[in-house]
């Protein structure tokens, strides 16, 4: 038994570890052992035995607290509704339904994973061994990123990537040649971007706390690496992401010193802010600010940001529609499967509204809500910092893009919330086991 109550925290390590580097590992080693859609699937079948036997222990041993158990109801409830809309549409294309199931359900796999995996065994719940993993994977993948750019574009294409085995080798702004994005080892850019605002985060606030000046100068070193690879991912959504994130985190831990510094030096910042608007404005038309920054180099009468909006229109009319929702994979990422065409609504919130319909959405955000305030309880450590600011930076994300649809941003952000959320809830029951001695 204390064996079997160990499985579901490394199983956590793991998945942590192993899920940046999925896609292309299953690309290239499928090449030599074959079975790719075994490859592809095989992640997400361990996610789901290991969860299933997890709860069971929980429940069996008598360990779940209140919290825990609300959030269980609630992700019930929440594949409830993906199983019941199902049904009333078996019309829906099955790959995409399958699809979709699995992409929208895995969010609450992973929290009740690592709530799970620290009430079994509270002990084993290092948060120095969770900074080193999260830190050293994303350091490698950031590497592999800065690498990439400097490789020419058809470099994975010799590692399996291929449109027809379900990967594009590479990407381009407005798909055009001379503006490269790298993805690294993930899916594509914009979820590289994602995936690195919590290593950003997590580093500056690391940096702060060290002590030894070798230490410091490695972090600083690892957050360029950092920015550097964030910044060839061209994505924008992440960009903003990355600076609300880095700015919550400083705001929250260094707010004296920072008023301080804002009250003395407000008008050199106010300067900076106006001249940094003028250049803007006056550059907004050239090449580079047209391509790299506002994706509206191309010679089709609507651009990106006019895709960004018309798609989340009709998809907000989707739901007005048929507010109790059109099924499980019949938009977002999973509908791309469809054979009849696909439907991006680029916002996640509107993608779930419109597949799982209102009640589906609003279980969603309570689902959220209450493990953000839980989360909130733990604001005071390192990891409970980082994830109460990057819920809002994957937020701004996910009303842009399917961040969560996202394998590794999903397993990175869930996985840890649920881990922060098991050790507050430990450290809470023997706190009060030892006021009632």
Known sequence: MQTAKRIPYFASLVLLAYMPLHIFLAQSLSLVTGGLDIWKIAKDVLLAVVVLFAICLVWGTGRATKQYKVLLAISVAYAAMHALLWAAHPDIYRQSAELGVLYNLRLP???????????????????????????????????????????????????????????RPNFFIDDKAGFPRIMSTLREPNALGAYLIIPMSLTVLVWAKVKELKHKL????????????????????????????????????????????????????????????????????????????????????????????????????????????????????ASIQNPKGSFLTENYYVQIGYEVGVIGL????????????????????????????????????????????????????????????????????????????
Not at 293 to 302: F, Q
Not at 391 to 413: G, I, K, P, R
Request: proline share 2%; aromatic share 14%.
């Open 109 to 167: 796999a992973f929290v009740l994973l690592g709530y799970s995996a620290v009430l079994l065994q509270p002990d084993l719940y290092k948060n120095r061994t969770l900074v080193a993993l999260i830190l050293g994977v994303s350091g490698l993948v950031a590497l592999l990123g800065v690498i990439q750019y400097f490789l020419p574009s058809d470099i994975l294409t010799h590692v399996g990537y291929s449109i027809e085995r379900g990967v």
């Open 218 to 333: 490695v972090l600083i070193a690892l957050f360029a690496l950092y920015s550097l690879a964030l910044l060839w991912t061209f994505s924008r959504s992440a960009w903003i992401g990355a600076f609300v994130a880095v700015v919550l985190v400083l705001a929250w831990n260094y707010r004296t010193p920072l008023l301080r510094v804002v009250r003395r030096f407000w008008f050199v910042g106010l300067i900076a802010v106006l001249a940094f608007g003028v250049v803007a404005y006056m550059q907004r038309n050239t090449s580079f600010v047209k391509g790299y920054i506002s994706h509206t180099s191309n010679d089709k009468d609507i651009d990106s940001n006019q895709y960004h909006y018309l798609f989340v229109k009709q998809g907000i009319e989707g739901i007005i529609h048929q507010p109790l929702g059109h099924g499980p994979g019949t938009a977002g990422l």
């Open 362 to 437: 609003l279980l969603f955000v309570v689902l959220n809500a209450l493990i953000y305030v839980g989360l909130w309880r733990t604001r005071h450590t390192t990891l409970g910092t980082v994830l109460l600011a990057t819920f809002w930076s994957y937020m701004l994300t996910n009303m842009l893009l399917h961040t969560w649809s996202n394998e590794a941003v999903a397993c990175q952000w869930w996985l840890l919330a649920g881990l922060v959320l098991g050790m507050q809830a430990t450290a809470a029951q023997h706190k009060t086991k030892k006021a009632t001695r």
